[in-house]
């Protein structure tokens, strides 16, 4: 019986969907690790542990010859797919990026004339709006940030996320609106992971967006697979690490997989939920001291109840 990997979809830089991943990872104990990203960035995994390497910051992904042609890849800390690689690295693991390279999107770029736009990515039907509506919520990320992102339960969400992905994909018929990219992306990664499969690894573990997790479980679409990838041609990358800035990772930055505040999603992961709003309050009056302006304990202790009050209310 052939191994069956197991899919792990989250939300690019989501700390809750990163805490999630870890402890499914520590459950599950891998084998190997595939993770959503560029291939040229699997060379510079060797660079991890390097300490002047930290976080935020991103994959530069280039063709030496017409240097226009760039994509970055911004981590931060709190991002599932760099605490994958922390993982993959403390357990000596292999580890590697199954994406497609981007320099097809240069290409495609070059074809619709339009200037490169690193962090753009194509328009299209979020199935997660959809259940936000019917949750009661205005957006896609209102729902997934309070059901995924912002809680503290313990458990595995990522076979509940991958039925309901696949059923929220299946009713907005988003697979027959699929931009030609992304099913070219997809159908690379549903080869990368068999290539791995072949190898002989028995407990394969696969991050991806949630939105490609259905996509990438069904491994019986090989022959479309390549029909679709037929006649693919390469040009030549190179790819490094460069500093990267949390204004940058910002969705009002431009960056289409950007977060509102990146400040806070750091908070999220890195302290309990009943710890939050004390230490967001406290941080933000040791700013506005720094900048000569008053910010007494006690408005910090008036704001917080403010807080809790308006919450209250809301819900």
């Known amino acids: 019986m052939k191994p069956q990997p197991h899919i792990f979809g989250i939300r690019h830089h989501g700390p809750g969907s990163s805490r999630r991943l870890v402890m499914a990872l520590q459950a599950l104990q891998p084998d190997y690790l595939l993770i959503e990203g560029p291939p040229e960035g699997t060379d510079l995994l060797k660079w991890i542990d390097h300490p002047g390497l930290t976080p935020p910051v991103a994959m530069l992904v280039y063709e030496p010859k017409s240097l226009e042609h760039a994509s970055y890849f911004p981590f931060a800390h709190f991002s599932p797919e760099w605490q994958a690689i922390q993982y993959a690295q403390e357990h000596h693991l292999p580890v ?3 994406d497609l390279s981007p320099n097809w999107y240069w290409k495609d770029q ?3 004339h339009s200037p490169p736009s690193p962090t753009a990515t194509h328009k299209r039907i979020d199935p997660l709006t959809e259940i936000a509506h019917k949750a009661g919520y205005d957006d896609g990320e209102s729902w997934w940030e309070e059901v995924v992102e912002t809680k503290s339960e313990e458990g595995d969400m990522f076979q509940d996320l991958l039925q309901l992905m696949g059923e929220a994909r299946r009713q907005t018929d988003i697979d027959n609106q699929i931009d ?7 159908a690379w990664m549903r080869q990368e992971i068999r290539r791995v499969t072949k190898s002989g690894f028995q407990r394969i573990a696969v991050v991806c967006g949630a939105f490609h997790a259905p996509a990438l479980s069904d491994l019986s679409t090989q022959k479309e ?3 679709l990838l ?3 041609k390469k040009r030549k990358t190179r790819a490094t690490w460069i500093p990267w800035t949390y204004e940058r990772l910002s969705f009002h930055s431009g960056y289409a997989a950007g977060v509102i505040s990146p400040q806070w999603y750091s908070l999220i992961f890195e302290s309990l939920a009943e710890d939050r709003i004390i230490r967001w309050m406290s941080h933000a009056a040791s700013l506005l001291r720094a900048e000569g302006l008053n910010a007494s304990p006690a408005q910090v202790v008036e704001s917080v109840r403010l807080t809790y009050a308006l919450s209250t209310l809301r819900a």
């Open 225 to 227: 697979d390549k029909l």
């Open 230 to 232: 037929k006649g693919m």
């Open 110 to 112: 070059q074809a619709a």
């Open 180 to 186: 030609s990219r992304t099913l070219r992306r997809e």
């Open 96 to 98: 590697g990026f199954m």
